[in-house]
């Protein structure tokens, strides 16, 4: 019997249309003619779910008592005993019931297609047993049904069913998904955008991965050897030496430039295992590639460079990494071009990149043009050419010899002068000529084997031969000097340009200088000081006891030169580089100066405020106040020189003045403790003592404090959620901020949501109000001080309350953020630690910036009431 083909729709979350489509399809293979049943759909009470299944033929499912509850699952001997051609089975991963013929849901459908009958299934992301840490880490959620890998990968078809995260949250908040009632805290929760862009990403990568893996198979059915380079493969040859972290950096960022692309870290061993790197080395290079988001992989080869392209090619290699040899001049002549040069004749289509790295000598030094123009090893070579081709050409050319063959004779060795020039240089040159000359008199012209010359003529062809050869040499010399000083002009142009690109691309001047300098000079060690002393910059190690070279740089500060004195060029560019030095120093102090200003400018709009604000809010309280307390002095006065009489106030007279003043001085007071408060979190002095705190004990004190009940605020907590790290007095002083925010700018009739929920672990409490919300261009002053409603209502308070509630949770070691409610209005986020150990609590000055100087999202609403411990 012909195997069933398996066909899985996969989704990102719940709600992305996954059973909606498995329907579709079978209304789509009914059309066609196809015998299609619905083995199990769970509707889980969506309308439109419920509606496609109408017009399918469905098999009844099978009833089982568990625990006093009923429940429903797949009826795998009907659905066999009615053998249709394609049967339709929603969530894959389902664990069956008790007493059921398989354990798991998956195992139904292995049975139904062993018996020849195609399945339609679907699937979430999450319950792929490979992702399932992965999605805990992103969500925090464990999902205790799985389906192996194995089962998912073997399906004929595998389909996302994909939806924007955004669009599935629009989904979700207009109830097609949910209940209502499970609405908020599925999205404040599990259907974060966050979380379902990263589920829909692993998703996206699960499936490219598949697809992948198909392309390789039919390329290998179809004996198809080259590559297909449907994306990015970036594979990096390692070592085992010290320039591999510098090629997997290179090669991660070959592969991120473009979406999907992979980093493969490749190391050749030996067969017989006396060739390889050092195993710490290669360890710590393993343990970079897997945090780069590679992987690692170890071949065997005696043939490197056929080895490495054989991998590169089996992987789909698109780009190779190698890094550049850390031969000599001398061991590349001898033994040959190297590795890099075979790889790259033998990569066909691939593309390699040959790093440059420091243990090749890193940014290469500045050549010195003082001295001979070519360096001693080649004028030592060229003396040897001279000591040991004189002998040998000479040899030759008197074994030779005729009457005619003088001519053929001096142009020989004028070829040898010009060679060993070519090599060497002026000097070796200079002594060939003269050595050749000598030889020329002494072995072929008359008379022969004396350095005595019979023929005039002669002599005057031998001092012309000679000047000849002592002109090519200095040609040549002249034409190294040149080539040595242009060669030098092109690494001091390289570096001044890579000083450029790396202010530029934000490194810090001052340190790209200071490294550049010692590379280039080739310096053991390079420090800059400011006046005081201290460093700004260094770069390599300094010789101990050694004294260095000190170069002013400006009025500000002084380099420090370890190493080598440098010759007058070298010195002209060093000035070029301290000329650079201080400018950059100079701007540096420049925009730290703007800095403090733009400090001192905060502070000034802050005092400002302050005034403002102490000019409205704090005269009228106190007014109120002094006029309360003032009638009943006067009150009193009046009564005390009356007759027979109290007073001139009535019992209730007095009672209201007495509650007036009450409440303005408990007003004033609250004012005073929360501008001292803001001054705390200002300064960075908060004292914050941290214990474990109950989340849901501090919502309802906060909830007591403002008299607020159910029928303003709905609560949704978690029972289940672990004490909190905070400070109690503070976390109940936020609570209440921002409650009563929430509740001021609730529609009438709307309730204020209060959740809790964990999420690894931190502890997260929301205060969803479903009001106006927070236009995008007002999102960053919401947690500045005095901020209020456009600034104009002056009867709540000082506007004080986020800015307090953002310090002390960040003090806490929290944070306060908002986010915008689905269908409107606004969400404030009290993220929180857990306590790891409850029995333990903690004191601390918590050292926090300024309130509202961290960029976060904000608006002008009112930040009252300023509530106090």
Same mark, same amino acid.
């Given at each position: 019997?012909?195997?069933g083909?398996?066909r899985?729709?996969?989704?990102?979350?719940p709600g992305?249309g996954?059973?909606?489509?498995?329907l579709?399809?079978g209304?789509?293979l009914?059309?066609?003619?196809q015998? #299609?049943? #619905?083995?199990?759909?769970?509707?889980?009470?969506?309308?439109?779910?419920?509606?496609?299944?109408i +017009?399918?033929?469905? #098999?009844?499912l099978?009833t089982?008592?568990?625990?006093?509850v009923?429940l429903?699952? =797949?009826?795998?001997?009907?659905?066999?005993?009615r053998a249709?051609?394609?049967a339709?089975?929603?969530?894959l991963?389902h664990?069956n019931a008790p007493?059921?013929?398989h354990?798991?849901? !998956?195992?139904d459908v292995e049975?139904?297609?062993?018996a020849?009958?195609?399945?339609?299934?679907?699937?979430?992301?999450?319950?792929?047993?490979?992702? *399932? $840490?992965v999605?805990?880490?992103?969500?925090?959620?464990?999902?205790?049904?799985t389906v192996?890998?194995?089962?998912?990968?073997?399906a004929?078809d595998?389909? =996302?069913?994909?939806?924007?995260?955004q669009?599935?949250?629009?989904?979700?908040?207009a109830?097609y998904?949910?209940p209502a009632?499970?609405?908020?805290?599925?999205?404040s929760?599990?259907?974060?955008?966050?979380?379902?862009?990263?589920?829909r990403?692993?998703?996206l990568?699960?499936?490219?991965d598949? =697809?992948?893996s198909?392309?390789?198979t039919?390329?290998?059915?179809?004996g198809?050897?080259?590559a297909w380079?449907?994306?990015?493969?970036?594979?990096?040859?390692l070592?085992?030496?010290?320039? +591999?972290?510098?090629?997997?950096?290179?090669?991660? &960022?070959i592969?991120?430039?473009t979406?999907?692309?992979?980093l493969?870290?490749?190391?050749v061993?030996?067969q017989?295992g006396l060739?390889?790197?050092?195993?710490g080395?290669?360890?710590?290079?393993q343990?970079?590639?897997?945090?780069l988001?590679?992987?690692?992989h170890q071949?065997?080869?005696d043939d490197?460079?056929?080895t490495l392209?054989?991998?590169?090619?089996?992987?789909?290699?698109t780009q190779?990494?190698?890094?550049?040899?850390r031969?000599g001049r001398?061991?590349?002549a001898?033994?040959?071009?190297?590795?890099?040069a075979? #790889?790259?004749r033998r990569?066909?289509?691939?593309?390699?990149?040959?790093?440059?790295?420091?243990a090749a000598?890193?940014?290469?030094?500045?050549p010195?043009i003082?001295?001979?123009?070519?360096? !001693?090893?080649?004028?030592l070579? +060229?003396?040897?050419?001279?000591l040991?081709?004189?002998?040998?050409?000479? !040899?030759?050319l008197?074994t030779?010899?005729?009457?005619a063959?003088?001519?053929?004779?001096?142009l020989?060795?004028?070829l040898?002068?010009v060679v060993?020039?070519?090599?060497?240089?002026?000097?070796?040159?200079?002594?060939?000529a =003269?050595?050749?000359?000598?030889?020329?008199?002494?072995?072929?012209v008359?008379p022969?084997?004396?350095v005595?010359?019979a023929d005039?003529?002669?002599?005057?062809?031998?001092?012309l031969?000679?000047v000849?050869?002592?002109?090519?040499s200095?040609?040549?010399?002249?034409?190294?000097r040149?080539a040595?000083a242009?060669?030098?002009a092109?690494?001091?142009a390289?570096?001044l340009?890579?000083v450029?690109g790396n202010v530029l691309?934000?490194?810090?001047?001052?340190?790209?200088l200071?490294?550049?300098?010692?590379?280039?000079? +080739?310096?053991?060690?390079?420090?800059?000081?400011?006046?005081e002393?201290?460093?700004?910059?260094?770069?390599?190690?300094p010789?101990?006891?050694?004294?260095?070279?000190?170069?002013r740089?400006?009025?500000?500060?002084t380099?420090?030169l370890?190493?080598?004195?440098l010759?007058?060029p070298?010195?002209?560019?060093?000035?070029?580089?301290?000329a650079?030095?201080?400018?950059?120093?100079?701007?540096?102090?420049l925009?730290?100066?703007?800095r &403090?200003?733009d400090?001192l400018?905060?502070?000034?709009?802050?005092?400002?405020?302050?005034?403002s604000a102490?000019s409205?809010?704090?005269r009228r309280p106190l007014?109120?106040?002094?006029?309360?307390?003032?009638?009943?002095r006067?009150a009193?006065?009046?009564?005390r020189?009356?007759?027979g009489?109290a007073?001139?106030?009535s019992?209730?007279?007095?009672?209201a003045?007495?509650?007036t003043?009450?409440?303005s001085?408990?007003?004033?007071?609250?004012l005073?403790?929360?501008?001292?408060d803001?001054?705390?979190?200002?300064?960075?002095?908060?004292?914050?003592?941290?214990?474990?705190v109950?989340g849901a004990g501090?919502?309802?004190?906060?909830?007591?404090?403002?008299?607020?009940?159910?029928?303003e605020v709905?609560l949704?907590?978690d029972?289940?959620?672990?004490?909190?790290?905070a400070?109690?007095?503070?976390l109940?002083r936020?609570?209440? *901020?921002?409650?009563?925010n929430?509740?001021?700018?609730?529609?009438?009739?709307?309730r204020?949501?209060v959740t809790?929920s964990?999420?690894?672990?931190?502890?997260?409490i929301?205060?969803v109000? &479903?009001?106006? $919300?927070?236009p995008?261009?007002?999102?960053?002053t919401?947690f500045?001080?005095?901020q209020?409603?456009?600034?104009s209502?002056?009867t709540?308070?000082?506007?004080l309350?986020?800015a307090l509630?953002?310090?002390?949770t960040?003090?806490? $070691?929290g944070?306060l953020?908002?986010?915008?409610? %689905?269908?409107?209005?606004?969400?404030m986020?009290?993220?929180?630690p857990v306590a790891?150990?409850?029995?333990?609590p903690?004191?601390r000055?918590?050292?926090?910036?300024?309130?509202?100087?961290?960029?976060?999202?904000?608006?002008?609403?009112?930040?009252? %009431?300023?509530?106090?411990?």
């Open positions: 019997m012909t195997r083909r398996l899985v729709l996969l989704g990102a979350a992305v996954k059973t909606f489509e498995m579709a399809e209304h789509r009914v059309a066609s003619g015998d #299609v049943v #619905v083995a199990i759909v769970e509707t889980h009470g969506r309308t439109a779910t419920a509606a496609q299944l +017009g399918l033929e469905q #098999v009844p099978r089982v008592q568990h625990r006093e009923e429903h699952e =797949v009826d795998l001997e009907a659905v066999l005993t249709p051609q394609v339709l089975v929603d969530e991963a664990t007493g059921s013929p354990e798991k849901r !998956w195992q049975a139904m297609l062993d020849g009958i195609d399945v339609i299934t679907t699937v979430n992301v999450q319950h792929i047993e490979s992702l *399932n $840490g999605v805990e880490k992103i969500t925090g959620v464990a999902q205790q049904e192996p890998d194995a089962v998912v990968r073997a004929d595998v389909e =996302v069913v994909d939806l924007a995260p669009s599935l949250r629009d989904r979700l908040s109830g998904v949910y009632e499970r609405v908020d805290a599925a999205l929760n599990y259907f974060r955008l966050g979380n379902l862009t990263a589920l990403e692993l998703a990568l699960w499936l490219a598949e =697809v992948d198909a392309l390789r039919y390329r290998v059915e179809h198809i050897d080259s380079q449907t994306r990015e493969r970036v594979v990096v040859a070592t085992g030496g010290p320039e +591999g972290e510098t090629l997997l950096r290179r090669g991660a &960022r592969a991120a430039r979406a999907g692309g992979e493969m870290a490749v190391h061993l030996a017989d060739r390889g790197g050092a195993p080395a290669l360890a710590a290079q343990r970079l590639v897997v945090s988001g590679g992987s690692y071949v065997v080869g490197v460079p056929s392209v054989e991998f590169a090619q089996s992987a789909d290699a190779l990494v190698i890094g550049v040899s031969r001398l061991a590349a001898l033994t040959g071009p190297g590795i890099g075979e #790889v790259i990569s066909g289509d691939i593309d390699v990149h040959i790093v440059s790295h420091a000598g890193g940014h290469p030094g500045l010195r003082t001295g001979g123009a070519l360096g !001693w090893r080649r004028q070579l +060229g003396l040897a050419i001279a040991v081709g004189g002998p040998l050409l000479s !040899w030759t008197f030779l010899r005729s009457p063959s003088i001519t053929s004779d001096v020989a060795y004028q040898l002068v060993v020039a070519l090599v060497g240089g002026l000097r070796p040159a200079l002594f060939a =003269v050595l050749s000359g000598l030889t020329l008199d002494f072995l072929f008359e022969l084997f004396t005595t010359i005039p003529l002669h002599a005057l062809a031998l001092v031969y000679v000849i050869a002592v002109l090519v200095i040609v040549v010399d002249q034409a190294a040149r040595r242009a060669q030098r092109s690494a001091e390289e570096l340009a890579g450029a691309r934000g490194e810090s001047a001052p340190l790209a200071v490294s550049r300098a010692r590379e280039a000079f +080739g310096f053991s060690g390079v420090r800059l000081l400011d006046n002393g201290a460093v700004i910059a260094t770069d390599g190690e010789v101990p006891d050694a004294a260095p070279e000190i170069v740089v400006g009025d500000r500060a380099l420090e370890y190493g080598s004195a010759d007058a070298a010195r002209r560019l060093l000035d070029a580089i301290v650079q030095l201080s400018a950059a120093i100079e701007h540096a102090d925009a730290a100066t703007a &403090r200003a400090v400018t905060e502070t000034d709009r802050v005092r400002s405020a302050l005034l102490i409205h809010d704090l007014a109120a106040a002094m006029a309360a307390v003032g009638g009943l006067q009193d006065a009046v009564g020189s009356s007759t009489t007073g001139i106030l019992p209730a007279d007095r009672s003045l007495l509650e003043a009450d409440e001085l408990g007003t004033l007071s609250k005073v403790t929360d501008l001292l803001v001054s705390r979190v200002e300064a960075g002095v908060l004292a914050v003592s941290l214990a474990p109950d501090a919502v309802l004190a906060a909830l007591d404090e403002l008299g607020l009940g159910p029928d709905e949704g907590l029972p289940d959620l672990p004490p909190l790290q400070d109690a007095v503070l109940q936020v609570l209440v *901020n921002v409650l009563a929430a509740n001021r700018h609730s529609p009438a009739g709307e204020v949501l809790t964990r999420l690894g672990a931190t502890a997260e929301r205060v109000d &479903r009001g106006v $919300g927070v995008a261009d007002r999102q960053q919401m500045a001080p005095f209020r409603e456009g600034d209502d002056n709540i308070g000082l506007g309350g986020l509630s953002r310090g002390f960040d003090g806490m $070691g944070s953020t908002p986010e915008d409610t %689905p269908g409107g209005g606004l969400t986020v009290i993220a929180l790891m150990d409850p029995e333990r903690s004191s000055s918590a050292r926090s910036g300024p309130a509202g100087d961290e960029g976060r999202s904000g608006t002008a609403r009112d930040e009252g %009431p300023e509530a106090s411990s």
